[in-house]
């Protein structure tokens, strides 16, 4: 039996990762001949990705108004008093940001945390002399996380509007707000005029052009949590347009897409800057010095060429109202000469859909590239998730199950108002009031990194499902048995751990392993409380190499993963709860040679 089940372990195993294997050696074997066009969008183009001032701009679009937040100069920096700045680590400011909204914030192939954004703000710490640690999050949070200080700041291309600055305060402009409306080819959308009600229009959600599409145009949009998903959707043809930040447009169509940027407008509400705390205007005046530092000694410049090479619209120019206007190159005439070139050369030619799906679904290249950081990085972060907050969800489930049945409704009516309170919520929403509502006030303990308390929240979460699986099966079992075990002179404490309880959990072991493989997938959830490069799971590395490339293949290859882990799982559970009900082979009809011999004598 024991070789059997060794035997059927491995083939599990086997047949899992065999498509994971097969990938890697045919991206191996195909080398340089695997024909990906994919570049990485988290890297800087410079200056030959130049463009002018959008000649299609939106001529209903309102202007933005008088600036009234610039501030008219800035403190010199050797004024400024570092241990003042009300940091959550001294000498460190914490940053929030995303991972997937190349070129401006990203994560790069290397696994750092960079883009024009987050890059420029480097350079203003070392010009106050302090250090810098960014932490990947979702937009949607982000500005509430700062104005709780789980950040010191965001960074995320964060459009200065005047309702977001009633959450949170912001730094002086580094960068201006176009946003482009994206339609398919051929398609009937040629501006923003044309979007009407009924038109799919996706936005990401929180962002500006979200507020733009609700509020301005009086349109319901469709809603996606990161730029790639949504315009994944617009190339198969799951909605009609897609308005997005022009830096993160113009780099995510490639040639041969079946879209293009039909018409661009200036955001409504002002400039781009850093969001910071409300309550901490000294870490903004710091920073407004350091940003007009690295404007006066060419940082800027540099890093804006490098990055995001476009010409700046008339009347704007970064930092406070002192500033000169940064010396940069001539990116009109840059424009022109690439689009003369392009002219010149042959048109790519566009791709069928079933190309387009399998360039988009299966780059097997990507796979290749992206399988050594989902073993490194995303995997052992997935388990360490998975395994903590099963263990302790476990725990406190089986507790809940016994509270739940016991006589003393003390302890009943606790565990039940538990389990309907935390089955009722959202996981998101647990989440974040566990990491964000604990987390200062264990900031001492946790370093301020919510990482174990998202494994918390996920314990939390998973104990009160466990807890009725538990309460389900200890309640499955036949009266009899307790009574049983009464009528031998056990208590009934001593009847419920020894004789009730461990047959109602083998009972419940399938459902059991079910509630552990979807913990496995709700890893993903504490990307919502920002995490450390170091600290994502495979869904999150799989997504920031979706947004380095563009492509969806690397959010595949997580899924391969996925199914690697739960498949092995789901069969040996299976086979245990099998074993458990059959028992042992009856092996009584067979002798020993010992036990022959004697019965042949003694015959």
């Not at 566009?350 to 360039?359: A, H, I, M, P």
Request: aromatic residues 8%.
């Amino acid at each position: 039996m024991l070789r059997s089940f060794s035997v059927r372990v491995r083939t599990l195993f086997l047949v899992a990762l065999t498509a994971l294997l097969a990938m890697t050696l045919a991206a191996c074997g195909g080398g340089g001949d695997s024909g990906s066009s994919t570049t990485d969008l988290c890297a800087p183009p410079g200056v030959g990705a130049s463009s002018a001032v959008p000649t299609n701009l939106d001529s209903a679009a309102a202007q933005a108004g008088e600036d009234r937040y610039t501030t008219p100069t800035t403190k010199p920096l050797d004024q400024i008093d570092v241990t003042k700045l009300g940091l959550i680590t001294p000498g460190k400011i914490s940053v929030g940001t995303l991972s997937d909204a190349p070129p401006s914030i990203c994560v790069n192939s290397s696994g750092t945390f960079t883009g024009y954004d987050n890059e420029l703000l480097k350079a203003m710490a070392a010009k106050l002399g302090l250090q810098i640690e960014f932490s990947g999050t979702e937009f949607a949070g982000l500005l509430s996380q700062v104005a709780t200080r789980r950040f010191d700041v965001g960074s995320s291309s964060i459009t200065t509007t005047d309702e977001r600055r009633k959450t949170v305060g912001f730094t002086n402009g580094y960068d201006f707000g176009y946003f482009s409306l994206v339609a398919p080819t051929g398609s009937p959308i040629k501006g923003f005029a044309d979007l009407k009600a009924g038109t799919r229009i996706g936005v990401v959600q929180g962002t500006v052009q979200d507020d733009y599409v609700v509020n301005t145009l009086k349109l319901d949009p469709v809603k996606f949590p990161d730029y790639n998903t949504a315009y994944a959707n617009l190339k198969t043809g799951q909605i009609d347009a897609w308005v997005a930040p022009s830096q993160q447009a113009e780099g995510a169509i490639q040639a041969g897409d079946p879209a293009s940027i039909v018409q661009n407008t200036f955001s409504l509400n002002n400039f781009v800057g850093w969001a910071v705390a409300k309550d901490n205007p000294a870490l903004v005046d710091a920073l407004n010095s350091a940003l007009d530092a690295v404007i006066a000694d060419g940082t800027w410049a540099k890093l804006y060429a490098d990055w995001v090479p476009r010409e700046l619209p008339e009347g704007w120019k970064p930092g406070s109202k002192a500033t000169k206007l940064p010396e940069l190159p001539d990116f009109a005439a840059l424009a022109a000469e690439k689009q003369n070139g392009a002219e010149s050369a042959a048109p790519a030619a566009r791709k069928g859909t079933f190309e387009q799906l399998g360039d988009t679904f299966f780059d097997w290249e990507l796979y290749r590239k992206a399988i050594p950081d989902l073993f490194k990085t995303g995997l052992p972060n997935t388990l360490i998730l998975a395994l903590v907050s099963g263990v302790l969800g476990t725990v406190l489930g089986l507790a809940l199950a016994v509270a739940g049945i016991s006589r003393t409704r003390w302890l009943r009516w606790p565990a039940r108002i538990y389990t309907d309170i935390f089955r009722g919520l959202p996981a998101v929403v647990i989440i974040l009031i566990i990491g964000l509502g604990f987390g200062p006030v264990v900031g001492g303990l946790t370093n301020n990194n919510p990482y174990w308390l998202g494994a918390v929240a996920l314990a939390l979460l998973a104990a009160a499902y466990i807890g009725e699986i538990f309460r389900s099966g200890i309640q499955s079992v036949e009266p009899g048995q307790q009574e049983a075990a009464r009528a031998l002179g056990f208590s009934y404490r001593q009847s419920m751990s020894l004789v009730v309880i461990p047959q109602g959990i083998r009972r419940v072991l399938p459902a059991l392993m079910n509630q552990f493989i979807s913990l496995i997938k709700d890893s993903s959830l504490i990307y919502f409380l920002g995490l450390l490069a170091s600290q994502r799971e495979l869904f999150a590395v799989g997504r920031d190499l979706n947004a380095q490339t563009g492509n969806l293949s690397p959010l595949v290859a997580a899924g391969l993963f996925y199914l690697a882990l739960t498949i092995p799982l789901t069969h040996l559970v299976n086979y245990i709860d099998k074993r458990l009900r059959t028992g042992k082979k009856d092996t009584s009809g067979t002798l020993d040679p010992l036990d022959q011999a004697i019965v042949v004598e003694r015959g």
